[in-house]
Structures are given as structure tokens and as C-alpha cells.
């Protein structure tokens, strides 16, 4: 019965949610390959529209309408001529990361909310100036990660918070990464820039690194650490010659640590966390399944329902925080949790280098 309830209840709520005015939103880029993304929401139940794509390489653009039989007249070689004519609600920008700031700069003026894919930038001062335009101009500048979507981290968020099941958090290890870009078919287009020190701001410590300071900072509610100590590898130079393909992070906070372990070396695809508490621990993965232990108990596997809409999509969620109906001030995508990301990979990039620990 209970089962039954609240597939219910989730109905309901997709239906509501798809009942709402769709909001319309222009594409930045096509070069970053999570663009792929994009083209599930040519459906008239979407609850957003596409309205167009902007991206300088006409041949990549045409290519990938192409495969996905869309029409031509949704490409538009730059982003101003792309507002000029479709008027979009949102920008979602699916460019390099340093290109970030400049999607920023032409959206904000005009009114227009913009959410990025991770991290938010290549550095403090992009950052910096990203938030002072949202500010300015009041939009909503959001950034999206594949773990923000984890029904596994929110449940595990609810078991620390307000269920109180294991105590404060002493220890987070997260690990993130795959073989390499390269090794896992990761488009040229994607590549030029991914593994270039300058648009990308480095190698798998952004890459990668940037999924645990996003998913710590929201833990620890955005108290920022008080030390940031890392460590890169270039294992695979004759590869990856630009920049590091393997970093690890330690931060640490008053009575809190994380590690981050980040790679373009893992055997298998990875995002996985484990959170230890003052007397238990959650592990969690892209899965609907914890492994949670809490007090004197054995550990349990526990299953979780899956996340409902808004909260379950990046499209989604984006449309409704446009919409005024959901607000993203502290969650994993807002600009406040992921400025902060910004200064610890700054940080972390400081430290492998000078071979020393960031005191923030």
C-alpha cells in the first residue's frame, strides 16, 4: 500500500510540474560532450523548449543536429544573434570552462539566468566576476553536476541532518574519475580544451576535483576549510602532456576531513562517496542502495526512493528555480556552494604546485 502511495505521489507531482508554462532556453557551446544531454528534451512533455544552439564551429554544430534529425535553422554562430532572435528564459552554457564568464557577460545584462556545467570557472577572479554581473543584474547563475541528481547524496544529507543517525561528520572520502578522457571516447571537439591548462584550468584535479569540493562544501553547509593540501601526477604525459591525470585533495575543518581522489586512472567509471560520522558511516553511489551503519548496529543496505521533479533533473530543476518555484540558495548547484568550489580547486592547484598546504 505504502508503494503504491507514493508512486502516487510522484505522479502527481511530475504531472503538476508538467502542467507549467515551458520555459525557454538557449544552448552556449556544443563542444563540451554532456551537450548530449540537451537533445532528450525535444518532446513536447518537456517542461522546457530548446530554442537554439550557439556555437562557433559550424561543422560540429551541423553535425550533431544531424545525427539527433534536427533542423538546421537551430544553429546560430554566436550567442548574441541567438538571444536577438529566440529570447530565451536560460542559457545553459556547454563550453569550455573558461568560456564560462563570457556566456555570463552577455546573458546578465540582458536578464537572462544562465547555469553552467561544472565547475563554475577556472578561477577566483572569473568567479568573482561572474557573481558581481548575477548580482547586478539579478539572475540566477547556477552549475551543474551529475552527483547533484543522486537520490543517494540527498538521502544521505536528510540521514546526518535531520535524522541525526551518525553523528557530526569526522571524515568524507570521495572518489570521482575513469580511465582518462581519451581512453573512453571523449569527442576531439572535447578534448582540445579539456585537457588544456588554460580553458579547462587544469586536468582531472578540475575535472574531477571539483564533484568532492562541491558535494564537501554542501555537507559541511558552506563553512569554507581551514586548509586545502594536494597532490597531482602526470602518470600518463605522453597522453595528457598539458596537465595532471591524477590529483588528491585533503581538506580540513575544525573537527571535520575530506579526501578527494581524483583520476583519469581508475580501472571503471566512479562517483562514489563514503561519510563517516561521530558513531556510524553512509556509503553511496549513483544507485538507489546506502550502505548505512549507525550506533552498535551492523551495517545495512538500505534502499532509497528516487528523487521526483523538480529535484531530479537539471532542466528541470533550472526551469523551476526560473519559474520563481524552487529556491537554490545553499543546494549543490547555487552560486554560493560553488564560488566556494572555485577557491578550494584555486587552492589545490596552488599547493601541488608550491608542494605545500593553503591555509584559507
Request: aromatic residues 8%.
Amino acid at each position: 500500500m505504502k508503494t503504491i502511495v507514493l508512486l502516487l505521489t510522484l505522479l502527481l507531482a511530475q504531472a503538476s510540474f508538467s502542467q507549467t508554462k515551458r520555459t525557454k532556453i538557449g544552448i552556449a557551446g556544443m563542444t563540451h560532450d554532456h551537450v548530449n544531454q540537451v537533445f532528450q528534451y525535444f518532446k513536447e512533455s518537456s517542461p522546457v523548449e530548446i530554442v537554439g544552439f550557439a556555437e562557433p564551429d559550424k561543422a560540429l554544430a551541423m553535425k550533431l543536429l544531424k545525427q539527433h534529425n534536427l533542423s538546421e535553422k537551430l544553429w546560430f554562430p554566436t550567442l548574441e544573434a541567438l538571444i536577438a532572435q529566440t529570447h530565451p528564459e536560460a542559457v545553459c552554457a556547454f563550453n569550455s570552462i573558461f568560456e564560462h564568464l563570457q556566456v555570463v557577460e552577455t546573458c546578465a545584462p540582458k536578464g537572462i539566468h544562465v547555469m553552467v556545467e561544472k565547475p563554475l570557472a577556472v578561477s577566483p577572479e572569473h568567479a568573482n566576476r561572474m557573481e558581481e554581473l548575477a548580482l547586478k543584474h539579478k539572475i540566477h547563475l547556477l552549475t551543474n553536476y551529475e552527483t547533484t541528481w543522486y537520490a543517494s547524496n540527498q538521502a544521505a544529507y536528510k540521514m546526518i541532518y535531520e535524522q541525526k543517525m551518525i553523528g557530526d561528520i569526522r571524515k568524507v572520502v570521495i572518489h570521482d574519475g575513469h580511465r582518462g578522457p581519451k581512453e573512453i571516447g571523449c569527442s576531439e571537439a572535447f578534448l582540445h580544451w579539456l585537457t588544456d591548462p588554460i580553458m579547462n584550468g587544469g586536468g582531472a584535479i578540475i575535472d574531477f576535483g571539483c564533484y568532492g569540493a562541491n558535494l564537501m562544501s554542501w555537507l559541511q553547509n558552506g563553512e569554507r576549510p581551514l586548509s586545502v593540501t594536494a597532490v597531482t601526477q602526470q602518470i600518463k604525459p605522453h597522453i595528457y602532456p598539458n596537465v595532471d591525470d591524477e590529483a588528491s585533495i585533503i581538506l580540513t575543518y575544525p573537527k571535520a576531513q575530506a579526501i578527494i581522489q581524483a583520476s583519469w586512472n581508475w580501472p571503471f567509471d566512479r562517483k562514489d562517496i563514503e561519510i563517516y560520522g561521530q558513531n556510524g558511516f553512509i556509503f553511496g553511489d549513483k544507485t538507489l542502495n546506502l550502505k548505512v551503519q549507525a550506533g552498535d548496529r551492523n551495517s545495512v543496505e538500505v534502499k532509497i526512493n528516487p528523487l521526483y521533479a523538480p529535484i531530479n533533473d537539471a532542466f528541470v530543476y533550472l526551469a523551476s528555480v526560473v519559474q520563481g518555484k524552487k529556491n537554490s540558495e545553499n543546494d549543490l548547484s547555487s552560486l554560493k556552494i560553488n564560488k566556494l568550489v572555485v577557491e578550494i580547486l584555486d587552492a589545490a592547484k596552488r599547493s601541488a604546485k608550491e608542494k605545500r598546504t593553503i591555509i584559507f
